[in-house]
């Protein structure tokens, strides 16, 4: 859902789309920065670059030259992209309406959930007290992760091996045997870049101790190597909190009005194309070889926050 709200329009595209709904009126009620040729570039655009760059306030004053020369240069772009008649051309003009209905899109969508309410003290207290491992908990943990590629049958081998205290060495050494694919990493990340599913189990284990996941390609061993403890109080912890809840919030209601729009509207499928089949059941994510599918981070959640809440 997160897509709905990411369409990227590349700089110049966006000048143009600017260019084109700025009326004279609007320009002339503004104060004039720069002109180039014929145009002029107003402190309204520059604010607006400003703006869409996220540029601190304190940071604005240096930032408006850098603005106005980028604006500039892309004002001599387009001129000659329009001296060229390049607005008229169909690939050009295709992009321009495909950018336009994204920043509608955008625009509609970031309308729907700018009242999202935070969480009340009582969610953020019981959602931290639930969490120990993100929070009071909290530990970094440097591990090694062993990926491999095997049909169902051969899972309870790996597992009677672990029981049976086989190192991970020794492990690697029978999948060359069975001329099974594996891959071997190792990181060290804190508790919130470890994938949810994995952390409450990862956080039980002692250093040494392995534990294995499985998925419809295969097993994926983590074994931890040591830990250290990093507690977060409730304080350092709850913008982080905050801001998971009002993501979710946000996620919930785009797929609810999306849905909305979806049964009310006249939709029709024509030209061969079908409705994608909607799966009757949650499908797992399959384990895979690959080193990355262990340590990566999960995106756009709340350890992204709490990552970025306690630096």
């Given at each position: 859902?997160?897509?709905?709200?990411?369409?990227?329009?590349?700089?110049?595209?966006?000048?143009?789309?600017?260019?084109?709904?700025?009326?004279?009126?609007?320009?002339?009620?503004?104060?004039?920065?720069?002109?180039?040729?014929?145009?002029?570039i107003s402190v309204h655009q520059i604010n607006?670059?400003?703006?869409?760059?996220?540029?601190?306030?304190?940071?604005?004053?240096a930032a408006r030259g850098q603005a106005l020369?980028?604006?500039?240069?892309?004002?001599?772009?387009?001129?000659?992209?329009?001296?060229?008649?390049?607005?008229?051309?169909?690939?050009?003009?295709?992009?321009?309406?495909?950018?336009?209905?994204?920043?509608?899109?955008?625009?509609?969508?970031?309308?729907?959930?700018?009242?999202?309410?935070?969480?009340?003290?009582?969610?953020?207290?019981?959602?931290?007290?639930?969490?120990?491992?993100?929070?009071?908990?909290?530990?970094?943990?440097?591990?090694?992760?062993?990926?491999?590629?095997?049909?169902?049958?051969?899972?309870?081998?790996?597992?009677?091996?672990?029981?049976?205290?086989?190192?991970?060495?020794?492990?690697?050494?029978?999948?060359?045997?069975?001329?099974?694919?594996?891959?071997?990493?190792?990181?060290?990340?804190?508790?919130?870049?470890?994938?949810?599913?994995?952390?409450?189990?990862?956080?039980?284990?002692?250093?040494?101790?392995?534990?294995?996941?499985?998925?419809?390609?295969?097993?994926?061993?983590?074994?931890?190597?040591?830990?250290?403890?990093?507690?977060?109080?409730?304080?350092?912890?709850?913008?982080?909190?905050?801001?998971?809840?009002?993501?979710?919030?946000?996620?919930?209601?785009?797929?609810?009005?999306?849905?909305?729009?979806?049964?009310?509207?006249?939709?029709?499928?024509?030209?061969?194309?079908?409705?994608?089949?909607?799966?009757?059941?949650?499908?797992?994510?399959?384990?895979?070889?690959?080193?990355?599918a262990t340590g990566s981070a999960v995106a756009?959640?709340?350890?992204?926050?709490?990552?970025?809440?306690?630096?």
């Amino acid at each position: 859902m997160n897509v709905l709200l990411r369409g990227a329009v590349p700089g110049l595209l966006l000048i143009t789309l600017l260019s084109a709904c700025g009326a004279k009126s609007e320009k002339a009620a503004t104060q004039v920065a720069a002109k180039v040729n014929n145009s002029e570039i107003s402190v309204h655009q520059i604010n607006f670059v400003l703006q869409r760059a996220n540029v601190k306030p304190e940071q604005q004053e240096a930032a408006r030259g850098q603005a106005l020369e980028r604006l500039i240069d892309q004002e001599l772009a387009v001129q000659k992209a329009t001296e060229k008649k390049l607005d008229r051309s169909p690939e050009v003009l295709q992009q321009l309406e495909a950018a336009k209905r994204e920043i509608l899109q955008r625009a509609y969508l970031e309308g729907l959930v700018q009242d999202v309410p935070k969480p009340s003290e009582t969610e953020v207290k019981d959602y931290y007290a639930a969490h120990p491992e993100l929070f009071s908990n909290r530990r970094i943990y440097s591990y090694r992760a062993l990926g491999i590629q095997m049909p169902a049958d051969k899972i309870p081998v790996v597992q009677d091996m672990l029981a049976k205290n086989k190192s991970l060495e020794e492990i690697v050494a029978w999948t060359k045997e069975q001329n099974l694919r594996a891959v071997a990493d190792g990181a060290t990340k804190p508790a919130e870049q470890m994938p949810m599913q994995l952390l409450p189990r990862l956080s039980q284990l002692k250093d040494g101790q392995v534990v294995l996941l499985t998925g419809n390609g295969g097993v994926e061993l983590i074994q931890l190597v040591q830990s250290k403890s990093e507690p977060v109080d409730q304080a350092r912890a709850t913008p982080a909190i905050q801001q998971y809840f009002v993501s979710m919030r946000k996620n919930e209601r785009l797929q609810k009005e999306v849905k909305h729009l979806r049964d009310e509207a006249k939709l029709e499928y024509v030209g061969g194309y079908k409705p994608p089949v909607a799966a009757s059941a949650p499908v797992a994510a399959p384990a895979s070889a690959a080193p990355a599918a262990t340590g990566s981070a999960v995106a756009a959640d709340l350890e992204k926050g709490i990552a970025t809440g306690i630096k």
